[in-house]
């Protein structure tokens, strides 16, 4: 009877006690909590610093996972893909086209086509504006042919008249004067790099435009007996009557090693920038030149099988003799992906894109869509650009906080601690590197290194400077931190016991103030990115190749590329201050979630 009792006395303390507990307002319940939950719980309550918490995980992981996804050549560079503005508009065909095209043609970042009532279509991104200008169907009557180039367009009409838009200069607005009043019968037609070239029916062929980049000779005997020629940046090629490959040109190349083989069997010709393809009467492929973007690697399954071949400006696409489809070489952009299943009737390769007109009409595009962020002026996509680089600025920042806290909590430690002649020493320490005038110091040690450093031992330096110089003042606040808890009673009892000095200061009072170091570090962490930015801005921090958003900020500089080319400012420019905003608002955060009357002063 009596254990009875004492259990229900038991289970009724119990009882009132949770009653008790239940009871209490939240404020007296959230004196239950330890501080480290009071922190956690006041700085999620904080929607400013939880957004920016956020914002910073989503760019820092985007930086960090999406580069291997999306890799990048630092060393690529590519003039014809230069200041291209962001969209995904380069291969949507207009609906009147769809169904309706006679002739397709890919420049390089725009497309233009011809409808069977030879209508001029334009879409994608336009580097020259002048491409706008189309000549009305009055001035040009009827089209039947349509070629796009760098920047710009050549067309035929049935009368055998060319016209040209887009770009005049070097040139290319001088239509030879044989071309000007039609009446021939035009075979060829190719809008070039700086260049125009035309084939009659007879055989004969004409140029015009820059004669710099590539000169044209004609070996005796091959005008009149042209029946195809192909050209790149560096060469051109001609196709004769009889089956031989001739280069228009006296100097020796890789391209002008033509298998002896072939010749006199040649039925189709193509030229990328690295490599030529020539098809064979028994369906061969068979190549040369370079192998960079993989352009020599002809697939063996389709050998004996090919029809016709064209080219981009690294990718080969073939039509087989049942109409199917198959492409090869470089394919960064989805370019060498021939859609398979199809039976088309003719294919425009070129640059990074590629048409194919279907037996029924419709017309089918895949390979360069566009670019999410635009490019620079060297053609470089700036989306994967903006993922390295802010990976290494963030890189930068972080390791320059790490050296920096370091050294602050070893010396505001030891300073705070030991007080006396090693705290004045320390001090005057501090003192004299704080007063070191940052951005001049890094500037004038850039200049006396110059180039006798590689890139790798500058991003390194800055890293070190950055850290040791930054240092002072998170000493100054361990310092004045530890002061206040040396008098604890814990403290004391760790003397008592025989602790060294250093273990009860790295051991015993720096867990109890790492809270503020957090702080700090967070704050000084957004600082460091923004001096990184501001050196490589100005050209004394990481250099080209090599990507941060500081050095991608160069070209606002420049007040052409203000107006024009905003995306090549505007985007490192935003991530910039996002990602330093969001740093110090979890900084805030932080500080106010630690010491809530913060808020008040």
Not at 594 to 600: Q, R
Request: include cysteine.
């Amino acid at each position: 009877m009596r254990k009875n009792k004492k259990n229900k006395r038991s289970t009724a303390a119990m009882s009132a006690q949770r009653m008790l507990l239940g009871g209490l307002p939240q404020e007296e319940e959230e004196v239950l909590q330890s501080p480290l939950q009071m922190v956690i719980s006041s700085f999620v309550r904080d929607k400013i610093a939880m957004t920016g918490v956020i914002l910073f995980t989503f760019i820092f992981l985007c930086c960090v996972f999406l580069p291997f996804f999306f890799p990048i050549d630092l060393y690529y560079q590519d003039v014809t893909q230069a200041n291209v503005a962001p969209g995904f508009g380069m291969l949507k065909v207009p609906a009147q086209l769809k169904n309706n095209a006679q002739d397709l043609s890919v420049g390089s970042s725009f497309s233009v086509g011809l409808d069977k009532d030879g209508n001029v279509y334009e879409w994608g991104t336009f580097p020259n504006a002048k491409l706008k200008n189309i000549p009305s169907a009055s001035e040009t009557g009827k089209l039947v042919q349509i070629s796009a180039g760098l920047d710009h367009v050549l067309a035929v009409n049935e009368d055998g008249q060319i016209f040209t838009w887009g770009n005049d200069r070097m040139g290319l607005a001088t239509i030879p004067m044989e071309l000007r009043t039609g009446g021939n019968d035009i075979k060829q037609i190719l809008a070039g790099y700086q260049i125009s070239l035309v084939l009659t029916e007879d055989g004969e062929m004409y140029n015009w435009g820059s004669d710099y980049l590539l000169s044209i000779t004609y070996p005796e005997g091959v005008q009149g007996n042209i029946d195809k020629f192909a050209a790149n940046t560096n060469i051109v090629l001609a196709l004769t009557k009889d089956g031989q490959v001739v280069p228009l040109t006296n100097k020796p190349s890789a391209y002008t090693n033509i298998p002896e083989e072939i010749q006199g069997n040649v039925v189709d010709l193509a030229l990328t920038d690295e490599a030529v393809a020539a098809v064979t009467s028994d369906g061969r492929v068979y190549t040369w030149g370079n192998n960079i973007k993989k352009g020599l690697n002809v697939p063996e399954e389709i050998q004996g099988q090919v029809a016709s071949v064209s080219s981009g400006r690294y990718h080969f696409t073939a039509v087989l003799k049942d109409g199917t489809l198959c492409s090869w070489g470089d394919n960064t952009h989805g370019q060498a992906n021939a859609p398979q299943g199809v039976t088309v009737s003719s294919v425009d390769s070129g640059y990074y894109a590629n048409y194919a007109i279907t037996e029924d009409g419709s017309v089918i595009a895949w390979g360069l869509k566009g670019y999410l962020m635009g490019t620079d002026a060297l053609g470089r996509d700036l989306f994967r650009r903006m993922l390295v680089g802010g990976r290494m600025t963030m890189t930068v920042g972080a390791i320059a906080v790490i050296i920096s806290s370091i050294i602050g909590i070893a010396v505001g430690g030891i300073s705070g601690y030991k007080g006396g002649k090693i705290d004045n020493l320390l001090m005057r320490l501090t003192e004299i590197v704080s007063s070191i005038p940052f951005l001049p110091f890094c500037i004038i040690l850039s200049s006396i290194l110059g180039n006798s450093i590689s890139e790798t031992q500058r991003i390194i330096l800055i890293m070190c400077i950055l850290g040791l110089l930054s240092w002072p003042g998170i000493a100054r606040l361990v310092r004045g931190s530890v002061l206040a808890e040396r008098e604890q009673e814990f403290v004391t009892a760790a003397k008592s016991l025989g602790v060294k000095e250093f273990g009860i200061i790295f051991r015993h009072i720096l867990p109890n103030i790492i809270t503020v170091i957090i702080v700090n570090a967070t704050l000084n962490f957004a600082t460091c990115m923004l001096t990184e930015s501001s050196l490589s801005f100005i050209g004394f921090g990481v250099n080209e190749p090599n990507a941060t958003w500081g050095n991608m900020l160069t070209g606002a500089q420049n007040g052409q590329v203000i107006e024009n080319y905003w995306w090549r400012w505007a985007f490192p420019a935003l991530m910039l201050g996002i990602c330093t905003i969001s740093i110090n608002c979890i900084g805030d955060g932080l500080r106010d979630a630690i010491d809530p009357k913060s808020k008040e002063r």
